[in-house]
């Protein structure tokens, strides 16, 4: 696709339910971040994969959010047992370089409610 | 550590008159300095960056803005705005090496409201 795509679009779950979220980056970008935006506040920074390798990981808020890129290319950002708090837009972006300050390319984001 | 304030969290403009977004950061190293946009329904767009070099630089769509090192601000200007410019603006910084070089810290927003 032309540009990076996140499904779902929306996903409503209930307390201590499992997500996934999933993001096709744009093809060849080697950088890939998820951040995560509260209603009504700017996205925060989750993770950083350079390729496969997961270089930076301190902004996930507990160790119930898991996050992989196995191939280098889609990623999964996994939530266990979520909680109310966990309510967000979850936006991933990629970049072509390995760093993430250049330009990034954000996707639409994936929408949670946890009730 | 970094972080920004965005000074303003909705703008009411009338089309055709100018708008200027406030920005002000805090950083211990270095940054560079980002305005992004948000359509709704969309992902989040880069308008313009500051890296290095000229202080005011220029971006997509009409819009500019200022470096103040000394004040430690980035606003954002459009001399005359159109109803499609209505969004969510973001005011962002990262560092520029290491570890502060591979994330963004954004700003709480700005919704920009065109009126006819």
């Known amino acids: 696709g032309a540009g990076v795509s996140q499904s779902p679009r929306y996903k409503v779950a209930k307390r201590g339910q499992d997500v996934a979220l999933r993001c096709d980056p744009i093809s060849g970008h080697v950088s890939l971040f998820w951040y995560q935006q509260a209603l009504g506040q700017g996205p925060e920074f989750l993770t950083y994969f350079q390729n496969e390798a997961q270089l930076d990981k301190s902004g996930l808020p507990s160790d119930r959010f898991f996050a992989e890129r196995p191939e280098g290319s889609v990623s999964t950002l996994k939530i266990q047992r979520t909680q109310q708090e966990d309510s967000a837009v979850y936006l991933c972006?990629?970049?072509?370089?390995?760093?993430?300050?250049?330009?990034?390319?954000f996707g639409s984001g994936t929408q949670l409610s946890v009730l | 550590a970094q972080s920004v304030t965005q000074l303003d969290s909705q703008v009411p403009v009338f089309e055709e008159a100018p708008v200027e977004l406030r920005c002000n950061y805090s950083?211990?190293?270095?940054?560079?300095l980002f305005w992004y946009v948000q359509y709704p329904n969309q992902g989040l767009q880069l308008l313009l960056k500051y890296l290095s070099g000229s202080t005011l630089v220029k971006g997509i769509n009409g819009f500019e803005a200022e470096f103040n090192k000394s004040q430690t601000s980035f606003h954002l200007r459009k001399p005359s705005v159109h109803i499609s410019d209505t969004a969510e603006y973001f005011c962002?910084?990262?560092?520029?090496?290491?570890?502060?070089?591979?994330?963004?810290?954004f700003g709480g927003g700005t919704r920009v409201l065109v009126k006819p």
């Open positions: 950083s211990s190293v270095s940054v560079y």
């Open positions: 972006a990629s970049s072509p370089r390995g760093t993430g300050n250049e330009k990034l390319f």
């Open positions: 962002a910084v990262s560092g520029k090496t290491g570890a502060a070089g591979n994330k963004l810290t």
